[in-house]
């Protein structure tokens, strides 16, 4: 089988919420190669505490890709204690110029519980607008049921929780199976 005709990783939603004096990153369970699901109950959402200061990461796409990235992102942390945005900022640098890196495929979503931060390959940081942010096959259903709450009375926790429900039930690549982080400034 060419490696064009290979099907593929599909699937992850990953979902952050600031709201309030929290922020969430809840992500599904299922990892899926082709129309196949290999897994329900993957855990894409990690909390990392280099130098003493907790940071929570989800991500989407290749495992070992993201993986790799977590271990460069802690990397920066530690350079930058309690700087989240610059250690973000020297990932994406090095994740764009880095031979090596390059060839990842994985996205990154951050929070220190201050900022909230998507991380792309590109050589993006993005702040999101409206406190909210999503990324994954499923991360533009999640996106938009989650802008409709954000003004609600609901908790940061509640909207992300809802807007993962409603994106498994649209994308096919998304189960219910969640795994949620908070943390708080």
Not at 20 to 35: M, R
Request: charged share 25%.
């Amino acid at each position: 089988m060419a490696d064009s005709d290979f099907p593929g990783w599909h699937g992850t939603t990953i979902i952050g919420v600031r709201k309030s004096n929290e922020v969430v990153i809840a992500g599904d369970g299922q990892v899926s190669l082709g129309q196949t699901v290999i897994k329900g109950s993957a855990r894409k959402v990690r909390r990392l505490s280099p130098g003493g200061h907790e940071v929570v990461a989800g991500f989407a796409g290749s495992t070992a890709d993201a993986f790799t990235l977590l271990e460069r992102l802690e990397k920066k942390l530690e350079a930058t204690p309690g700087q989240l945005q610059r250690a973000s900022v020297e990932l994406a640098k090095d994740w764009r110029t880095d031979k090596y890196l390059q060839k990842l495929e994985a996205m990154l979503i951050v929070t220190d519980g201050r900022a909230l931060y998507v991380i792309t390959g590109a050589g993006d940081v993005l702040e999101p607008e409206h406190g909210v942010a999503a990324i994954g096959s499923g991360g533009m259903y999640a996106l938009a049921a989650a802008r409709a709450l954000i003004d609600s009375e609901h908790d940061a926790e509640t909207i992300a929780r809802r807007a993962m429900a409603i994106a498994a039930d649209i994308c096919v690549y998304t189960n219910g199976n969640l795994t949620v982080e908070r943390i708080s400034r």
